[in-house]
């Protein structure tokens, strides 16, 4: 007697329910491109266009291969300087010991911490910009 009852049909509408359509003709050519766009950014043709003509300004579009090349291109670089930066350390600390420790080897290191600070902060920028993304907005 008081169960709830199953729910049936499709889940509730977050929006407002789409009733209006819009016919738009395309050649051959633009309907391959929007194929491609929509497919590299894992979106349906519906969904590029919608996202793309009306709420462009809203949503920055990444795509996702691109995002991960530059991600890879940039933990790549920081990995080969930290590397140099952890042998000129062993290098400074064993000419140390010995009393020969120059300030050439000083510059060199401040020089190679300078550039692993550099590609930190365009690392830190790029992962705040994705996170920045509304989570309904973040192209799968």
Known sequence: MGEAQKRT???????????KF???????KEIELLERLSQELQQTRTEYIRTRALINGEVILINSRELIAALDGLGQEMRYIGNNINQ????????????????????????????????????????????RLPADRRVR
């Open 88 to 131: 000129l350390t062993r290098h400074a600390h064993t000419l140390s010991l010995q009393g020969r420790l120059t300030g050439h080897v000083l510059t060199e290191f401040n020089l190679l911490f300078e550039q692993y600070l550099v590609q930190q902060r365009k690392l830190e920028t790029a992962l705040r910009q994705v996170m």
């Open 22 to 28: 819009v016919s738009v003709r395309f050649t051959e």
């Open 9 to 19: 049909g499709r889940r509730p509408l977050t929006e407002g329910k789409k009733s």
